[in-house]
Nanobody, 124 residues
Framework: VQLQAFGGGLVQPGGSLRLSCAAS????????IGWIRQAPGKEREGVSCLSVSAGTTYYAGSVKGRFTISRDNAKNTVYLQMNNLKAEDTAVYYC??????????????????WGQGTQVTVSS
């Protein structure tokens, strides 16, 4: 079981990035999926999640209206489109999958599967 995130990088404020997270060894169809991030010296923050049916989403207040989470079950991949990036979005971003807990914005630390992170740096 593996989740591999990629797509991070250096971007100027106001720019965009799309993070991808590919799953292997299991099928994402039946999992709540999501992203958390951790900035230097700060606690991990739940960024976004998406339910199995894609009918429920959660976004942290700091990213609402700028980030969009999506899933492509055919490709077994999760995406996080990040627009209008700000310096405070700089962090390592991790994707996760959870078979039981719903997408609620809470309990990210209890999720079963997390991938390695990808660094996002927003700087001019």
């Amino acid at each position: 079981v593996q989740l591999q995130a990629f797509g991070g990088g250096l971007v100027q404020p106001g720019g965009s990035l799309r993070l991808s997270c590919a799953a292997s060894g299991f099928t994402l169809d039946y999992y709540t999926i999501g992203w958390i991030r951790q900035a230097p010296g700060k606690e991990r923050e739940g960024v976004s999640c998406l339910s199995v049916s894609a009918g429920t989403t959660y976004y942290a207040g700091s990213v609402k209206g700028r980030f969009t989470i999506s899933r492509d079950n055919a490709k077994n991949t999760v995406y996080l489109q990040m627009n209008n990036l700000k310096a405070e979005d700089t962090a390592v971003y991790y994707c996760g999958a959870e078979p039981i807990l719903p997408c609620s914005g809470f309990g990210f630390n209890e999720w079963d599967y997390w991938g390695q992170g990808t660094q996002v740096t927003v700087s001019s």
